[in-house]
């Protein structure tokens, strides 16, 4: 049975930083992703990396956490991470680890089959 268990969220003032954690079992995957949902509005793309033959794990991000965010994974623990710098209010959301074999995009909710439960991120000003 395939589990994705986020942790690591919580409430840190902007300019703070934490680490969300996304264990994966049962499965092992190519390619992993973080994406958010606030209140009203949409689940958005946040981070992704993907591995194949060729390489030891692309990495993407949305231009909004560019430079501030890192995702990275740990393959001995089947572990993904995302560091979040610099935060700011509106990073304020639920963040979500996908899991997929990256047959799609890396960018699009509707291309990851395996999703976790979600960890809530608040950012204070």
């Known amino acids: 049975q395939v589990q994705l268990v986020e942790s690591g969220g919580g409430l840190v003032q902007a300019g703070g930083s934490l680490r969300l954690s996304c264990a994966a079992s049962?499965?092992?995957?190519?390619?992993y992703a973080w994406f958010r949902q606030a209140p009203g509005k949409e689940r958005e793309f946040v981070a992704a990396?993907?591995?194949?033959?060729?390489?030891?794990?692309?990495?993407y991000y949305a231009d909004s956490v560019k430079d501030r965010f890192t995702i990275s994974r740990d393959n001995a623990e089947n572990t993904v991470y995302l560091r979040m710098n610099s935060l700011k209010p509106e990073d304020t959301a639920v963040y979500y680890c996908?899991?997929?074999?990256?047959?799609?995009?890396?960018?699009?909710?509707?291309?990851?089959?395996?999703w976790g439960q979600g960890t809530q991120v608040t950012v204070s000003s």
């Open positions: 996908a899991a997929d074999y990256g047959s799609g995009t890396f960018y699009l909710a509707r291309d990851y089959y395996y």
């Open positions: 049962g499965r092992t995957f190519s390619q």
């Open positions: 990396i993907r591995w194949n033959r060729w390489n030891s794990g692309d990495t």
